[in-house]
């Protein structure tokens, strides 16, 4: 299999398959095929959890999955103007990401739903884990930037800018203060510490993010 990404902005996804060679993309996504594929539709909405991720955290309950019968060529595009980038995952490396952040993954990797508690949950949102071994395609919007974190230093991030980091990472949402929060516009900080790398977006769209919570939804009320 061969991916490509298009430019900046407003990214599509290229996939060469091969004979019997899978990819799992969001549905509604495809809109370029040069050969024959077999369609299949898998269904992630018996579980409680999903159902939580879904209305909570933006997941999808159905995939597409996508296996070639041929050498083909295949495009796929997000329903928004986000930006598609590309993280490899293996066995020492995972990632956690934002639930509505998926775009795409080849079939070797697996996406589980964090369990937390409810009062993490509600400071952090949802998250989803993504192991195996093959290659992740997930959206952000505005530019997309990766950053390699020095261990010996703390980052601060404003929650909604980031999309995804590496599992082994130690990340926490703080916050200076109620009133500053109201003041500033800034929402809740992830504070990230670690050997790790990090994936943030320059742009926020309207509801991608879980926004830290359902507490950062209603501080934002206030923006």
Not at 56 to 72: L, M, P, T, V
Not at 80 to 105: L, M, Q, Y
């Given at each position: 299999m061969k991916t490509t990404i298009s430019e900046y902005p407003n990214s599509y996804l290229k996939v060469e398959l091969n004979n019997s060679e899978e990819i799992i993309v969001e549905r509604g996504s495809m809109i370029f095929a040069d050969g024959n594929y077999e369609l299949k539709t898998k269904f992630e909405a018996k579980t409680i959890n999903n159902w939580?991720?879904?209305?909570?955290?933006?997941?999808?309950?159905?995939?597409?999955?996508?296996?070639?019968?041929?050498?083909?060529?295949?495009?796929?595009?997000?329903?928004?103007?986000?930006?598609?980038?590309?993280?490899?995952?293996?066995?020492?490396?995972?990632?956690?990401?934002?639930?509505?952040?998926?775009?795409?993954?080849?079939?070797?990797?697996?996406?589980?739903?964090?369990?937390?508690?409810w009062k993490t949950t509600l400071n952090d949102g949802l998250k989803m884990k993504a192991t195996g071994n093959g290659k992740l395609f997930l959206i952000g919007y505005g530019k997309i930037k990766s950053k390699q974190l020095n261990p010996e230093k703390t980052y601060l991030i404003d929650e909604d800018y980031l999309v995804a980091f590496d599992n082994n990472l130690q990340v926490k949402t703080v916050s200076r203060g109620f009133k500053e929060l109201l003041r500033s516009g800034e929402g809740y900080l992830y504070e990230i510490k670690g050997d790790g790398e990090i994936w943030i977006q320059t742009r926020e769209e309207h509801g991608m993010s879980s926004g830290g919570g359902v507490i950062s939804s209603i501080i934002g009320f206030f923006k």
């Open positions: 939580i991720g879904k209305i909570f955290g933006g997941k999808s309950i159905a995939y597409n999955i996508y296996r070639a019968k041929e050498h083909i060529e295949m495009i796929f595009s997000p329903d928004k103007n986000g930006e598609i980038f590309e993280i490899d995952i293996n066995e020492t490396k995972s990632v956690i990401i934002e639930p509505n952040a998926h775009f795409a993954r080849t079939h070797q990797i697996d996406l589980k739903i964090i369990k937390k508690d």
